[in-house]
């Protein structure tokens, strides 16, 4: 029988919901990722796959409460909801750091990334041969994506909604961007103005178009958990090690037409007009192209940050679990306790 979530639970479930409508916004970090290192990606996808023709013929019957308990309802709800807070009230914050502070904002993604991927891969039960393959598949596939360059798009509501479809299906992969994958399509800075703007239309059909990707796209990743664990385990892991090209932070831009280079600036980034190619480089190296201090220790502070804030979440989780699973057991043993003695009496009568 699943455990019941109590109000503590819903309110950290929340907060993780924040947390991954927030870095949904960063171009090149994922919300599957957080999803992924905060140990709810299953939970989701299997409640994502729960919404089945016969689980909605529920809700149609007007079985509410049945349909409510089918598809984990209370789970998605509360995630939503942080998910939706975020992106709507942080939208301007998340891109103020990302402009003004971008070596500090890459260098926390970068450790998070980082830690998370080892700490994931440790899961897997023994590393054989065929599971290197497929993380070392992941990684080339992230790592091809972050290489991409973005080109010009129609603005049609078809577009927007293929736009929406295959933003969610990179979201759910820890590694791969939503934010990125709209930014390939020329999009990313059109639907943050229609969120800036409140432009219904062209929310209602991206979100549509989201939902459409998001019902479909769970159930094969789903599928793919529960027969090729180890398997996905790894791919998905080696798409979170071949996205850290991506969140580099000391990375430049350079004008291919005048040759000019500069360090990473996001108001350049999303301007179509200028033919930019991005270039990573070591700190020192980044100095000497740009002549602007690299801010190395600030970097490598936060960096050493997320990893700590990770290891700190993960000896919390592994303590609740072991404590969790002593109680479990205890009041196991009560029970078996309880029942013999009725038994024993039982016979004496």
């Known amino acids: 029988m699943k455990k019941e979530k109590t109000f503590a639970s819903y309110i950290t479930l929340y907060v993780k919901g924040l947390v991954m409508g927030a870095v949904d916004l960063v171009p090149g970090v994922s919300g599957g990722t957080i999803a992924f290192i905060t140990g709810i990606y299953e939970e989701l996808l299997n409640s994502l796959r729960s919404f089945t023709p016969k689980n909605v013929k529920l809700f149609f019957s007007g079985k509410f409460k049945a349909f409510w308990k089918a598809v984990n309802g209370s789970f998605l709800l509360v995630l939503a909801l942080g998910i939706g807070t975020s992106v709507i009230s942080l939208v301007r914050v998340v891109l103020y750091v990302l402009e003004h502070h971008p070596v500090a904002t890459w260098s926390f993604f970068f450790g998070l990334i980082l830690i998370s991927t080892f700490s994931i891969l440790s899961t897997v039960r023994k590393f054989t041969m065929p599971l290197l393959v497929c993380f070392c598949t992941g990684a080339v596939t992230a790592y091809l994506i972050t290489v991409m360059t973005a080109v010009q ?53 991206f979100a549509a178009g989201c ?4 019902l479909s796209f769970s159930h094969f990743l789903s599928w793919l958990l529960r027969r090729f664990h180890d398997v996905t385990i790894a791919l998905l892991s080696g798409f979170l090690f071949g996205s850290l090209n991506k969140v580099w932070p000391w990375k430049v831009q350079i004008n291919t037409v005048t040759g000019d280079v500069w360090p ?86």
């Open 153 to 205: 798009t129609p603005n049609d509501l078809w577009f927007i909604f293929l736009c929406g479809t295959l933003a969610v299906c990179a979201l759910m992969l820890p590694g791969t961007s939503g934010s990125f994958i709209l930014l390939l399509m020329g999009k990313y800075q059109y639907i943050l103005d229609a969120l800036k703007d409140f432009k219904i239309d062209i929310l209602a059909v």
């Open 211 to 214: 939902v459409t990707g998001l």
């Open 264 to 349: 990473w600036n996001l108001v350049k980034f999303n301007d179509h007009s200028l033919s930019l190619t991005e270039k990573n480089l070591l700190p020192g190296a980044f100095e000497k192209a740009t002549g602007v201090d690299a801010h190395f220790y600030t970097g490598a502070a936060f960096a050493a940050l997320a990893v700590a804030l990770y290891l700190g979440i993960e000896m919390i989780a592994k303590k609740k679990k072991k404590t969790s699973g002593r109680e479990k057991k205890t009041n196991q043993e009560n029970t078996n306790h309880q029942e013999k003695n009725k038994t024993l009496k039982k016979n004496k009568t």
